[in-house]
Nanobody, 121 residues
Framework: QVRLVESGGGLVQPEGSLRLSCVAS????????MGWFRQPPGKRRELVAR???????NYLDSVKGRFTISRDNAENTVDLQMNSLKPEDTAVYYC???????????????WGQGTQVTISS
């Protein structure tokens, strides 16, 4: 059983910072891409940032220069450092990863349970 568990959400004022963390646990052979999605109230889920096992990254245009994704392959973790936060960053943030387990020869996509991030004064 593979689990992704997020932490670090909360309430912060505009222009503040938060750091989200996600750890993957269970019977894991390898992890390919990891990422963070978000779903603002009343909107569709969108990709915020993604990082490959080799460290290549891509970001949602609206967060470029403010958010930084990083991962620790040895610890099976992925973090999202969020700076200069804006009210429009308010959303539930979900960790996502493509994980290979002994049951499959291919990567299966897993989701965390989500963590609320609220930007408000």
């Amino acid at each position: 059983q593979v689990r992704l568990v997020e932490s670090g959400g909360g309430l912060v004022q505009p222009e503040g910072s938060l750091r989200l963390s996600c750890v993957a646990s269970g019977n894991i052979v390898s992890i390919h891409a990891m990422g963070w999605f978000r779903q603002p109230p009343g909107k569709r889920r969108e990709l915020v940032a993604r990082i490959t096992s080799g460290g290549s990254t891509n970001y949602l245009d609206s967060v470029k220069g403010r958010f930084t994704i990083s991962r620790d392959n040895a610890e099976n973790t992925v973090d999202l450092q969020m700076n200069s936060l804006k009210p429009e960053d308010t959303a539930v943030y979900y960790c996502n990863a493509d994980i290979v387990t002994p049951l499959r020869n291919w990567a299966y996509n897993y989701w965390g349970q989500g963590t609320q991030v609220t930007i408000s004064s």
